[in-house]
């Protein structure tokens, strides 16, 4: 059978935000094929917040989640494998479901050099604008 994972998680989804919560997912950012921004994730884990306010263009299939989101005011696409989401939760009360670590899919590790390369960070900070008359 298949994994319930992405079932799951679709269904938990649509609960935490039918009940006016916030859904946070809890992701492994060192497993294969997950596109994060760098410098944001802390202990090899990164904290993400997919609130319909918050991100742009959420698709989650029974492979993967991709999303476009800000950090730092910086618009990323981010996609996260199923197997990489440990956890998702509301906010507000910390309601949800933490599933196991799966072990990486071998071929999924091997096709890794198909992917676009990540983005390149860009540069922080305000950004300016001048009137030209």
Request: hydrophobic residues 40%.
């Amino acid at each position: 059978m298949k994994s319930s994972r992405p079932y799951l998680l679709r269904a938990l989804y649509e609960w935490i935000v039918d009940n006016d919560c916030t859904p946070h997912l809890l992701v492994d950012a060192e497993y294969p094929q997950v596109r994060v921004p760098a410098g944001y994730a802390q202990d090899g884990q990164i904290v993400l917040n997919v609130s319909p306010g918050a991100v742009r263009q959420l698709h989650m299939d029974n492979e993967g989640i991709s999303f476009e989101s800000r950090f730092g005011g910086v618009a990323h696409g981010i996609y996260l494998p199923i197997a990489s989401v440990l956890a998702i939760y509301a906010r507000e009360n910390g309601q949800g479901m933490v599933f196991e670590l799966e072990a990486p899919d071998v071929e999924a590790a091997e096709d890794e050099d198909d992917l676009p390369p990540p983005e390149t960070p860009r540069p922080g900070g305000r950004p300016s604008l001048k009137v030209v008359k």
